[in-house]
């Protein structure tokens, strides 16, 4: 067996011919040197080091060696005549699609009107929407200890992931800290998920509109994205029978994203029990982006997929960033929800490997983790939610009597979509065209849905002061009134 090191102190266990090619894995620590060989030997009771003072073998056949297996330099064979540093096909397919759009927009506001942006998915923007002083001292507590300096396993502390699995615990989903991986806010939460499910070729099935990230991280890695439709007059419910028409044995996983970014809108029980319905038949695991988790207005409920499911196999993806508005902490989570042994020790130890490609979530965070669990008061969840649908109806009852436009109601998160007749606005390409301009004229930016796979729509984000909110509706209504024209009354019309 040959122990390599390289200059950071990390041993990667390599076979040797007596070992018959069986890798033994050994867990690797971050070792101190200065300017010394460091020689790792694994025994039964632990790791074991010593300092080496000359080259090659030192004592029970361990030997200290070079990166390429070799105590000297290989040869080169050849010398490259020139510079040609090349970016990797994985950074050259990396796109997000919403950046894709919106730099391509020529965005100049009017200056006699100041900005309004609509755009950003960011509660903190505009500082309206402060987190509780409660989550506040947590943070400040676990600075003050000291204790969460250091670096922590990979999955993270012990007892931050037992917090988070009480915290989200139910009879009908139990969670023990096993199953739960901290992680550095939601999107490596999704990132995590994704890798462990999909090889290159295999596909996912994706939600149109939705949110751009599942995309880009797939396509960088290889994957295929098929997009199932969301049905607007459904209040964004999924086609089922379209999503089950894009499965095949190439399919690795589900993506249900609920409450939805970029709709706003909560599935109900039934919908989702179909949901499941559909991925159990094909034995499909499913993926549940629940960021926005418990940000449901007032008369509606969101149980959690693994909460409803008997058979299928979820992988949970949450965080701090939403619900407790503060989404620069990057504090997020897997919660892992097998059913039957379906996942078994491979998926749990896929993820465990996946997450020590970097060194885990903010130990600050973590430190502060289950006080801000236990200690939110109530009071906080229920004045967000309440401003989110304020704002919500403010912007749907004051958009739904513009000609021209239809707005879509949310149950809950942070958004609603606004549908565009465009055959109504000539003057227009499309939704980016149409939004492009509502900039230049009224200085109100709104995302157009097309960074969504969903032209034809904008997304409107409700975290605004309502004082904002009201006067970026009144501007939107100015400019389409200046822009909207009514159905041709001539006598071709007349005839078709």
């Not at 101190?32 to 080259?55: C, F, P």
């Not at 396993?153 to 096993?178: D, I, T, W």
């Not at 207005?297 to 960033?321: E, R």
């Amino acid at each position: 067996m040959v122990l390599v090191s390289d200059v950071r102190g990390v041993y990667i266990a390599q076979p040797s011919a007596s070992t018959n090619g069986i890798l033994q894995f050994c867990r690797a620590e971050y070792l101190r040197m200065d300017n010394k060989a460091y020689l790792v030997q694994m025994k039964s009771t632990g790791v074991h080091g010593k300092t080496l003072t000359g080259k090659g073998m030192v004592g029970n056949g361990f030997h200290h060696v070079s990166v390429n297996g070799s105590l000297y330099p290989a040869k080169t064979k050849s010398r490259r005549q020139r510079w040609e540093v090349k970016p990797s096909e994985m950074a050259k397919n990396t796109l997000n699609p919403i950046r894709a759009i919106v730099d391509g927009m020529k965005l100049t506001p009017n200056p006699e009107k100041p900005m309004i942006s609509l755009s950003i998915g960011d509660p903190t923007v505009f500082g309206n929407l402060p987190t509780d002083d409660a989550v506040l001292q947590a943070l400040k507590d676990a600075i003050d200890s000291q204790k969460y300096n250091g670096y922590a396993p990979s999955v993270g502390y012990l007892k931050s992931r037992q917090a988070v699995a009480n915290f989200y615990s139910s009879p009908e989903a139990p969670l023990e800290a096993e199953d739960v991986i901290l992680t550095s806010g939601c999107s490596q939460a999704i990132e995590l998920a994704i890798n462990v499910f999909c090889n290159p070729g295999d596909s996912i099935l994706v939600p149109r509109p939705g949110f751009s990230l599942y995309k880009t991280l797939a396509v960088s890695m290889g994957i295929e994205v098929k997009l199932y439709n969301l049905l607007p007059e459904k209040s964004w419910e999924i086609d089922l029978q379209h999503m089950e028409s894009l499965i095949d044995e190439r399919t690795s996983c589900l993506i249900v994203t609920n409450p939805s970014n970029p709709c706003g809108s909560v599935f109900s029980k039934e919908h989702l029990q179909k949901i499941l319905k559909v991925a159990s038949k094909h034995c499909v695991p499913i993926l549940a982006d629940e960021i926005y988790s418990d940000m449901v207005f007032p008369g509606c409920s969101c149980p959690s997929l693994a909460s409803l499911s008997s058979d299928v196999p979820v992988l949970s993806c949450g965080g701090l960033a939403k619900r407790w508005l503060v989404p620069g902490w990057r504090m997020g989570w897997i919660l892992i929800h097998d059913r039957n042994n379906i996942f078994g020790s491979e998926i749990r130890q896929g993820l465990v490997k996946l997450s020590q490609r970097i060194l885990g979530a903010c130990t600050i965070i973590q430190g502060a983790l289950e006080s801000i669990l236990n200690n939110t008061p109530q009071g906080f969840y229920s004045n967000t939610i309440s401003f989110l649908k304020s704002n919500s109806e403010i912007c749907f009852n004051e958009l739904s009597s513009v000609p021209g436009l239809n707005p879509v109601m949310p149950s809950g998160a942070m958004y609603l979509m606004v549908g565009i007749e465009m055959d109504h606005f000539p003057d227009f390409k499309n939704d980016v065209d149409f939004t492009e301009r509502l900039v230049t004229e009224q200085s109100v930016f709104c995302l157009p849905a097309s960074a969504f796979e969903y032209p034809n729509f904008f997304r409107i984000v409700v975290t605004v002061p309502e004082a904002l909110m009201e006067e970026a509706c009144v501007r939107i209504r100015e400019f389409c009134q200046c822009y909207y024209r009514p159905p041709s009354c001539d006598g071709n019309d007349l005839d078709q």
